[in-house]
């Protein structure tokens, strides 16, 4: 059974930096793709980065050069580093895996809140 638990949400100013966490077990081998996504009060659930197996990486226009995704293998967690926060960054973020052509497995989500 896959489980993605996503931590390290919370509230911050303007300019000010996150990092969250997304812990994964048991996802299938056949799983290629990883990503962070982010869903605000009214608004459709958007991609903000993807991770590949080998480790390719890509980002929303909106947080390019101020969000990095990485991953550790080792421990199967998944990171997303938010740097020079906006509030139009706030929302809940989450984590998700892709099998099979498409993101299946989600977490519950962590909230991120930045104020002006």
């Known amino acids: 059974q896959v489980h993605l638990v996503e931590s390290g949400g919370g509230s911050v100013q303007t300019g000010g930096s996150l990092r969250l966490a997304c812990a994964a077990s048991?996802?299938?081998?056949?799983?290629?793709?990883m990503g962070w996504f982010r869903q605000a009060p009214g608004e459709e659930r958007t991609g903000v980065a993807l991770?590949?197996?080998?480790?390719?990486?890509s980002y929303a226009d909106s947080v390019k050069g101020r969000f990095t995704i990485s991953k550790d293998n080792a421990k199967n967690i998944l990171y997303l580093q938010m740097d020079s926060l906006k509030p139009e960054d706030s929302g809940m973020y989450y984590c998700?895996?892709?099998?099979?052509?498409?993101?299946?497995?989600w977490g519950h989500g962590t909230q991120v809140t930045v104020s002006a």
């Open positions: 998700a895996s892709e099998d099979g052509g498409s993101f299946t497995y």
């Open positions: 991770i590949d197996e080998d480790g390719t990486t």
């Open positions: 048991g996802l299938p081998y056949s799983t290629s793709c």
